[in-house]
């Protein structure tokens, strides 16, 4: 099974809630620290979402809804 990134966060925490999200709809999941081994921790706090390829799509359209502005006011 072939995993691809769909998204970054600026911690392991948010990257995790996210993921654990997809539980729900059975799609597996994957966190990747950005932080070159355990080399760069402090440098490079974030991390990234990784999904199945067959599924990315799906996960897209569902961190789009989930993460959608609010409308602006005038």
């Given at each position: 099974?072939?995993?691809?990134?769909?998204?970054?966060?600026?911690?392991?925490?948010?990257?995790?809630?996210?993921?654990?999200?997809?539980?729900?709809?059975?799609?597996?999941?994957?966190?990747?620290?950005?932080?070159?081994?355990?080399?760069?921790?402090?440098?490079?706090?974030?991390?990234?979402?990784?999904?199945?390829?067959?599924?990315?799509?799906?996960v897209?359209?569902?961190?789009?809804?989930?993460v959608?502005?609010?409308?602006?006011?005038?």
């Open positions: 099974m072939d995993f691809i990134k769909v998204a970054s966060y600026s911690s392991r925490l948010e990257a995790e809630t996210i993921g654990h999200a997809l539980d729900q709809y059975q799609i597996p999941y994957m966190v990747k620290n950005e932080d070159a081994g355990g080399m760069l921790m402090d440098l490079m706090p974030g991390a990234t979402l990784w999904v199945p390829a067959d599924k990315a799509d799906l897209s359209r569902l961190l789009h809804c989930a959608k502005p609010p409308p602006k006011r005038e």
